[in-house]
């Protein structure tokens, strides 16, 4: 394989032909970087202190989020997400309110506080697929939302993502292997981070590459530098192009670093050499594309600076919102299992509210997630 | 019962352009049992298709049809290759409502079939209806005749949840039913009365139906006791109402099913009745069985329950 594709080298200068994109867009893709960073920071604080249970921190890997995301129309494109996205969110506007409503897993949350935090789900502005916890799970189901578009002759595609892990699971070669006989509207982004938890790609493959696999599928397979923001957009909006037109499905491997642990029960201190966070803190994808908007004039270290805090401001208060409101009724257990409820459901629901609005001894409420 | 269900898929896809028949052999050879056959030439390639071999795609791809305005109905072509579908099935298709708080569902049937009766071993014969039964989210549905096969098989495609629809495929060529033309839907969720009978009620789904009511004859003509059959024809969600009311109203209760017993169907029926109707029950609630082992093949006549091991039971609980 080539090396991966670059338009902004590891200091921020040009190197290649960066693609047509207006100011706004380009400051629109700073924002959602900017507030990842807010959003992780804020969320890493609120689990220290007890407040949220869980979280997924994102720095490091911002860049091929919002690379990504950018070259979708949510008018019409679907997202079929993994966890460690969420500047996806941010670009297309996603309710900084909701997401925080999900951290808390309050009464507003749109599943009801039902999943763990991070596992978003939502309708608008774009169709961001309900995340489940199980990997890969959602390669083959962003492959069927695509031949549903297909079939009625829309214009939609469907984004999938997911992480170098997941190209060892089961659903990665359903997945790819039916959209490649399908030539199904999909594009697979592979976030390669480096980590599937601690496991390095080394212990994950022998292929010399991610990108390569799509050739075992007969599908293009791309390999871009996951934190340069306009490669991504560059390398995910030509596969996008390509499965509009009917062209078919295109693996990207977007090579990134985790910059932190799994998850907020994580210390990757234990599994990763301090010289390698070292080695990609030089590469952040904030400071480079920060430089090249810079550089082009389309950002001052003033106006760069007020992003920053203004963003912060927001995440603090959103978080103050969701933090305020009230967890989820008893009865949202029982709901939504299925469409209408069933009378077994409806009496373990009685005996449930019954149980507790009678009992005289709380409900231990500690006790933290192990992973 | 193959032509009846064959007769359904058809009918509901000429009503409805949302529904696809999808699954591996199930195009132009008409799937391994015949059960689509003629489907695609009459509805084109784009309404029912081959798939690659690929369980886990099927379902996983069906349910993002699925949750993109299409009704899949995905064929595993037996029963005991759905496993590696498992994860889609129980982590995805049957969570996906309660985990986005009903943004996101699933309206997709998988049809597969079950069961002994072909001399088809330890992975052509087995009864998974129990692992699934367990999963919350899911409908499992089982038919026994041609006329509830047809009606409950258009009732799980137009259900807006997913349904795991198993066919007892030792049923597929067993009889035949006149059933009506068109569409027509057999109500989820409500229990069927094969036979009346006040004194021994018998529990059964599927291919044990026949063998239940074989055995309910012969209680008639060698002890004139009237055994009621109940087919359940929906394991979850169960009409748990008649279940207690038919146990409620004979007092004495076989329970009987072709998958092994231990943690099987059976299990939570006699749990349920000694829950709510112990107080009417007057002799030891009995399960006939599969054995706790794999399915056999040449012993495959020992291994099912037949019409003479259920007629042993219904005596043991007449005589207790």
Not at chain 1, 335 to 343: G, I, L, R, T, Y
Request: proline share 6%; hydrophobic share 40%.
């Amino acid at each position: 394989m080539d090396d991966p594709f670059q338009i902004i080298d590891e200091a921020g200068n040009k190197v290649g032909k960066a693609p047509r994109l207006k100011r706004e867009t380009l400051l629109r893709m700073y924002r959602a970087i900017v507030s990842t960073r807010a959003f992780d920071d804020r969320c890493m604080k609120l689990q220290r202190t007890g407040k949220i249970g869980f979280s997924i921190p994102n720095r490091g890997i911002e860049a091929t989020s919002v690379g990504g995301a950018a070259a979708l129309d949510a008018a019409t494109d679907w997202i079929a997400p993994h966890y460690r996205d969420f500047a996806m969110m941010f670009y297309h506007g996603i309710s900084l309110e909701g997401m925080f409503d999900n951290m808390f897993g309050n009464c507003d949350d749109n599943a009801q506080g039902r999943q763990m935090p991070v596992h978003f789900s939502f309708l608008e502005p774009i169709k961001w697929m309900s995340i489940s916890s199980p990997l890969g799970t959602q390669i083959p189901n962003a492959v069927g939302i695509a031949d549903a578009m297909k079939l009625r002759k829309e214009k939609g595609i469907v984004l999938t993502t997911f992480g170098d892990g997941s190209t060892s699971t089961l659903g990665f070669h359903s997945g790819l292997n039916w959209a490649g006989v399908k030539k199904s509207p999909v594009v697979f982004l592979c976030q390669n981070n480096q980590w599937a938890i601690s496991c390095p790609s080394e212990k994950q493959t022998m292929s010399e590459s991610y990108a390569i696999k799509g050739e075992a599928y007969g599908i293009p397979g791309v390999m871009v530098d996951g934190n340069d923001v306009l490669a991504v957009y560059k390398v995910v909006s030509d596969a996008v192009k390509h499965a509009r037109s009917g062209g078919g499905p295109t693996l990207i491997e977007a090579v990134t670093f985790r910059m932190g642990g799994h998850s907020t029960s994580d210390d990757p201190s234990r599994y990763v050499d301090a010289a390698l966070f070292e080695k990609w803190e030089k590469r952040d994808p904030l400071t480079r594309f920060r430089k090249y908007l810079i550089d082009e004039g389309h950002l001052t270290d003033e106006s760069a600076a007020a992003i920053e805090t203004e963003t912060a401001d927001a995440m603090m208060a959103a978080a103050k919102v969701a933090e305020g409101k009230p967890r989820p009724k008893l009865g949202s257990i029982f709901s939504d299992v299925f469409e209408a409820m069933p009378k077994h459901l409806e009496t373990q629901m009685e005996e449930c509210i019954s149980h507790f609005s009678d009992r005289d001894e709380a409900v231990n409420e500690k006790g933290e997630f192990p992973l | 019962m193959v032509q009846a269900i064959n007769d359904g898929l058809r009918s509901i896809m000429k009503e409805d352009e949302s529904v696809l028949v999808m699954g591996e052999d199930v195009g132009p050879k008409g799937g391994v049992f015949l059960a689509t056959e003629n489907l695609t030439k009459e509805f084109g390639e784009d309404r029912c298709f081959d798939t690659p071999l690929s369980e886990d795609g099927i379902i996983g791809v069906g349910i993002g049809m699925a949750m993109n305005g299409m009704k899949p109905v995905c064929e595993i072509q037996f029963q005991d290759f759905i496993f590696p579908a498992f994860d889609q099935i129980v982590s995805e298709a049957a969570k996906m409502r309660y985990r986005s708080g009903g943004q996101y569902t699933v309206p997709m049937t998988i049809r597969t079939p079950y069961g002994g009766g072909i001399r088809g071993g330890l992975y052509h014969s087995q009864s998974g209806e129990a692992y699934f039964a367990h999963t919350p989210g899911l409908k499992v549905v089982i038919p026994s005749t041609p006329y509830d096969a047809k009606g409950l098989l258009i009732a799980s495609i137009n259900d807006p949840d997913p349904v795991l629809f198993m066919e007892p495929k030792a049923l597929y060529r067993a009889f035949r039913q006149e059933v009506p033309e068109g569409v027509y839907e057999v109500e989820l969720s409500k229990t069927r009365e094969v036979t009346p009978g006040g004194d021994v009620a018998v529990f059964c789904y599927g291919a044990m139906v026949p063998v239940c009511t074989e055995a309910a004859k012969r209680v008639k003509e060698s002890r004139n006791k009237d055994v009621r059959v109940v087919d359940l024809r929906t394991l979850m969600p169960l009409d748990e109402e008649s279940v207690l009311q038919a146990a409620r109203d004979c007092g004495r209760v076989v329970i009987v099913h072709e998958a092994p017993r231990f943690c099987g169907y059976g299990a939570e029926l006699s749990a349920l009745i000694a829950e709510h109707a112990i107080e009417t029950i007057e002799a030891p609630i009995k399960r006939v069985a599969g054995f706790d082992t794999p399915f056999p093949n040449t012993l495959e006549n020992y291994y099912l329950p037949d019409a003479r091991r259920v007629l042993d039971a219904i005596e043991e609980v007449l005589d207790f």
